[in-house]
């Protein structure tokens, strides 16, 4: 058998050394020498060819039948709209029966309110009512339509220029949900290709406001001038294509997750040595910073104009509902085409943009509710200063003051437990309101949590003090073992 096989391999081999030394073989073509190699050679370049421009093989299609049609519609299951739900996701908020103000109703009972954003105490104020109901009497309760379609009226364009002339800036333009101002805004201005660096302490708002622009969005430490710079540095440093491109700093003047302030006048140092923008958020400071309420800017003694694009959502100091970005007349033409919190959303209804023209009115003339402010807050943390098991994380000026606790649990969920456990019991035993920072799934912010308290102008010296004794006495039994 193995003979027999040597002999076919061997006659083989014969033959292919026939077929090269052939005549055919060693032909010459217009004067080229054409060997066996190259025949082969050819032929293979043919065959590679060939195949690479034959179509694919394809199954012939067979329908199925009603059968399997129905078998593979019971099989199939959908996948969920959202992940189960856990218990500790089911929330049930205490629900208001009042007016926002320093105090509310609850439940059927009256309860000291720290857990609304109403600065100024305006949430009531009879000036601003009374503007309401006429403008509820002269336009209606809505405008019916966006602003570049039918829905501007004759107020927002007052309520812009109030706005404008108050902020010392040369124009300014509304919006009509104070969160998506600043969401809508980023995205108008910053594009895929842009570098946006970012406090990693940024409210979700300002987060969702990145992601949409799809732009490069690098973070650094929360409110660290250091680690700000050094970020600035590396992104700039060598980079021929950083120059060519836009570059932003986003942050907030008083940080929603944290009550901090921004060290504005670092922020514009740091702009204009390495040639960045600015965007600021003022949300939390507007009407509520400076010696006349103007914000960061003012607090800082900083030109309002190397501040690049101001945005603030009214629903905190003015006591109503929207939010403005101000800057130059270029930034805000810019938005009323492009951006889409402006362009597609129906237009402030004409009764809160004539609220937020008279709070303007009100702070502008009535500087002192600053300083009942100030006071407040500076009260507030006298009483909260030996809290057991909790510290005082927030700027001694911020109207935010946030408490977190000393020793943590491991978890930002362990955390969360206790801090509502201590909001709960205050509520149903002496009668305090007050809110843990609950985020949902979505917000990505890293910093620690803790229990925001909205001090107001409009709070009685009485007020602090209950909130400071209940929050102490709670705090002493709930974190007892925890300590």
């Not at 060939?50 to 059968?67: A, D, H, N, V």
């Not at 992601?211 to 050094?230: A, C, G, I, Q």
């Not at 997750?257 to 600021?280: C, M, T, W």
Request: charged share 20%.
């Amino acid at each position: 058998m193995a003979s027999a096989v040597m002999n076919m391999t061997t006659a083989a081999l014969d033959w292919v050394s026939v077929a090269f030394d052939a005549p055919l073989a060693r032909a010459v073509v217009f004067g080229v020498h054409i060997d066996g190699h190259l025949v082969v050679e050819v032929l293979l370049v043919a065959v590679i060819l060939f195949q690479l421009t034959r179509k694919s093989y394809k199954p012939p299609k067979k329908p199925l039948t009603e059968k399997e049609i129905d078998d593979l519609c019971e099989e199939w299951v959908p996948e969920p709209l959202h992940p189960s739900i856990s218990e500790d996701m089911k929330a049930e908020p205490p629900t208001l029966e009042s007016a926002a103000g320093p105090h509310t109703i609850i439940d059927g009972k009256e309860v000291v309110n720290f857990a609304s954003a109403n600065y100024l105490g305006l949430i009531g104020n009879e000036k601003i009512i009374d503007s309401c109901v006429s403008s509820l009497e002269k336009y209606g309760v809505g405008s019916c339509g966006p602003r570049g379609f039918y829905g501007t009226i004759d107020v927002h364009l007052d309520c812009e220029e109030r706005i404008a002339k108050f902020m010392g800036t040369p124009d300014s333009i509304l919006y009509s949900y104070g969160i998506s101002t600043i969401f809508s805004v980023i995205p108008a201005f910053c594009k895929k290709g842009d570098i946006i660096v970012a406090d990693e302490g940024v409210h979700w708002g300002v987060q969702n406001g990145l992601h949409l622009s799809r732009s490069t969005v690098v973070y650094f430490k929360h409110n660290d001038m250091k680690s700000l710079e050094n970020t600035l540095e590396k992104l700039t440093r060598g980079n021929k294509q950083a120059e060519k491109i836009r570059r932003y700093i986003v942050v907030e003047a008083v940080y929603q997750n944290s009550g901090q302030i921004a060290p504005l006048d670092e922020i514009v140092q740091l702009k204009e040595k390495y040639h960045f923008r600015v965007i600021l958020d003022e949300s939390h400071s507007f009407g509520v910073l400076g010696n006349s309420g103007r914000g960061l800017a003012e607090y800082y003694g900083v030109p309002v104009e190397k501040i690049d694009i101001i945005t603030a959502g009214m629903g905190n100091a003015l006591a109503t509902d929207g939010g403005f970005c101000t800057g130059s007349v270029r930034v805000v033409d810019h938005q009323r085409l492009s951006s889409s919190g402006y362009v597609f959303s129906a237009s402030l209804p004409p009764f809160l943009a004539s609220a937020a023209v008279s709070a303007v009115n009100y702070l502008e003339g009535n500087p002192s509710v600053l300083t009942s402010l100030r006071s407040n807050i500076a009260l507030l943390w006298k009483g909260l200063s030996d809290v057991p098991g909790l510290t005082i994380g927030s700027h001694p000026l911020s109207p935010i003051v946030f408490l977190k606790l000393k020793k943590s649990t491991g978890s930002s969920k362990g955390d969360l437990e206790l801090l509502n456990n201590i909001a709960d019991r205050m509520l149903k035993e002496d009668s305090v309101f007050i809110v843990s920072t609950k985020r949902s799934v979505l917000d990505k912010c890293r910093l620690p949590v803790g229990i925001r308290l909205f001090v107001s102008a409009g709070h009685s010296e009485s007020d602090i003090r209950k909130v400071s004794d209940s929050l102490r006495r709670v705090a002493t039994t709930t974190l007892a073992e925890h300590l």
